[in-house]
């Protein structure tokens, strides 16, 4: 397709935007049907990933008779001749007499015809040297397949991979996990009219995103190096075009941020058109961030990638991220639909007509309130630096103090938990 032809089937007239709850299941689902293979990684580089696969136990757990205390395993009825000793990690011989005890050691196997555990600090000697004391009723060791059995699924598919899973692996005999590759994501900043260092000045703006959004992306689990991130790209529909097949190249995810309109040096949906991309969501009734898109590339041998356009406006580009971006994101790693949280209103939010509100707002964990910020144009950061997350405030609504509404968390570390 020439650029002039491209550039007339990007000014077709767009279709309404999609409603935000609509576009979010939209690209979930994209996203999941796109799913990145599985891969076999070792526990010690597993985490921040998702299980591709449900975590089974290989072993009944615990896989042997095993002491909850430090005492004495012993026979039969007491006082007891003291016939061994039983550290954790050895096969102990068995009690084979009654009237016979080991000591043994917290986490060690329970001796077999062993019939109680005495606690040391509860336990006497005798003047010849035999083990006195009353054991408690209950048993004082984990029997085999307490916690689990061999084979039991422990853990399903889809769940994100955090320090206590790994644990939880190690303990069942696993040296390795299979989980979903990670995304590669790169970033590609349009817009000449953008400084990438110093103050701001002359006409000219400060890039505030190409620094800001790999960060976002990484949070989400993506890999995103130094060479990842291209621009200022020119202002022309063949420097659109290039920069996009570049990072197309090697990229699950190719973020964009500015030219989702159709003004006269925005090119992204021309260049789009050129590309062969088609919609899965072109703008979502939500505000501030309405002129996003995601659009998606198909190979001719079916490998899947997608173009996620950012809004210019910095906390534009966020809402696109936190709208389009962690649902797809999702998708792609396996993982379920993100549930989002509640909490409610300490103060009063409009509404934005029909038009999704998403607005920032600071979250008193105590309480559970959520509290809105200042400086929260979508030109601005400052209330964005400050901020937990966006609560939702839904079409053709308002927010009132006491309402229960969603909250959709600005991504965190790995394994981090947001509210």
Do not use: K
């Amino acid at each position: 397709m020439s650029t002039e032809t491209a550039a007339a089937a990007a000014q077709v007239a767009a279709p309404p935007p999609a409603g935000w709850e609509e576009a979010r299941s939209r690209v979930y689902a994209v996203g999941l049907a796109a799913a990145l293979p599985a891969v076999e990684r070792p526990l010690g580089d597993a985490d921040g990933h998702t299980l591709a696969e449900p975590l089974t136990t290989r072993t009944d757990l615990p896989a042997f008779p095993t002491s909850s205390v430090d005492g004495w395993a012993v026979r039969g009825d007491g006082p007891w001749q003291v016939v061994g000793r039983v550290l954790a990690g050895h096969t102990p011989p068995p009690l084979a007499a009654d009237g016979t005890t080991a000591e043994i050691a917290t986490g060690a196997m329970v001796p077999e015809g062993t019939t109680a555990i005495l606690r040391i600090e509860e336990s006497t000697r005798t003047a010849d040297g035999r083990v006195a004391g009353t054991p408690r009723p209950t048993p004082e060791w984990r029997e085999p397949g307490e916690e689990a059995y061999a084979g039991e699924e422990l853990v399903p598919a889809g769940t994100p991979v955090d320090p206590a899973l790994i644990g939880l692996a190690a303990s069942c005999g696993h040296d390795t996990l299979r989980v979903r590759r990670a995304p590669r994501a790169a970033l590609l900043v349009f817009g000449d009219e953008l400084l990438t260092s110093g103050p701001p000045g002359a006409g000219r703006v400060r890039d505030a995103l190409g620094p800001t959004v790999p960060a976002w992306l990484r949070r989400y689990g993506c890999q995103v190096r130094p060479d990842d991130v291209v621009g200022p790209v020119a202002d022309t529909l063949p420097a659109h075009v290039a920069a996009l097949r570049g990072a197309l190249a090697d990229a699950d995810l190719v973020c964009t941020t500015g030219g989702t309109m159709h003004g006269p040096v925005d090119h992204l949906h021309p260049a789009l058109a050129e590309l062969g991309a088609d919609y899965v969501v072109n703008t979502v009734a939500v505000r501030p961030g309405f002129p996003m898109l995601l659009a998606r590339l198909v190979d001719g041998d079916g490998r899947v990638r997608f173009v996620a356009g950012l809004p210019g406006n910095p906390q534009s580009a966020v809402v696109a991220l936190v709208s389009l971006v962690a649902p797809l994101l999702a998708g792609l790693a396996g993982r379920p639909m993100p549930v989002l949280p509640q909490a409610t209103l300490a103060e009063p939010i409009p509404g934005r007509g029909d038009y999704t509100h998403l607005a920032l707002v600071r979250l008193d964990r105590a309480a559970g309130t959520a509290h809105p910020v200042r400086h929260v144009g979508s030109a601005m950061l400052r209330g964005l630096a400050g901020a937990d997350g966006f609560a939702v405030i839904r079409p053709g609504t308002s927010g009132a103090v006491g309402d229960r509404v969603p909250l959709v968390p600005l991504p965190l570390l790995p394994g981090e938990r947001a509210w």
